[in-house]
C-alpha cells in the first residue's frame, strides 16, 4: 500500500488544520493507520494511532484533547483534526499503515510496514 500525507501548512497558534492521509494500492481497511511526527533537530514521535473499524485509538499524552483522528474506508483516507495548535507542534507529520492495531504498543514505529512522506506543519506565534 502507498501512502500520500497532505494538508500541512502555516497557521498561528491557536489555530486549526486538517491532515489526510490517502492510501492506494490495496484497500486501507486492512490496515490500522498511525501519525507520527518528527520536529527539527529531534527524533520522530508517535502522535495517534486508528484501529481497522475506527473503534479505537491511542493518542500520545501531548494531544489528547486536541488532535482527533478519523478515517473513512470508502475514501480510503485517514484523517488528522488538529486544534488549538502550540508551536510545539511544528513538525513533519508522517502516516504509516500497520497489519495489526496495537493499542497502546501502537506508537512502535517498528509495528508499521508502510510509511508516506512527510507534510510539514508550522505554528507560528
Known amino acids: 500500500v502507498q501512502l500520500q500525507a497532505s494538508g500541512g501548512g502555516l497557521v498561528q497558534a491557536g489555530a486549526s488544520l486538517r491532515l489526510s492521509c490517502a492510501a492506494s494500492g490495496r484497500a486501507l481497511r486492512d490496515y490500522a493507520v498511525g501519525w507520527f511526527r518528527q520536529a527539527p533537530g529531534k527524533e520522530r514521535e508517535f502522535v495517534v494511532a486508528?484501529?481497522?473499524?475506527?473503534?479505537?485509538?491511542h493518542y500520545a499524552d501531548s494531544v489528547k484533547g486536541r488532535f482527533t483522528i478519523s478515517r473513512d474506508n470508502a475514501k480510503n483516507t485517514v484523517y488528522l483534526q488538529m486544534n488549538s495548535l502550540e508551536l510545539e507542534d511544528t513538525a513533519a507529520y508522517y502516516c504509516?499503515?500497520?497489519?495489526?492495531?496495537?493499542?497502546?504498543?501502537?506508537?512502535?514505529?517498528?509495528?508499521?510496514?508502510?510509511w508516506g512522506q512527510g507534510t510539514l506543519v508550522t505554528v507560528s506565534s
Open positions: 486508528i484501529s481497522w473499524n475506527g473503534v479505537s485509538s
Open positions: 504509516a499503515a500497520a497489519t495489526s492495531y496495537s493499542g497502546r504498543y501502537s506508537s512502535i514505529e517498528g509495528r508499521y510496514d508502510y
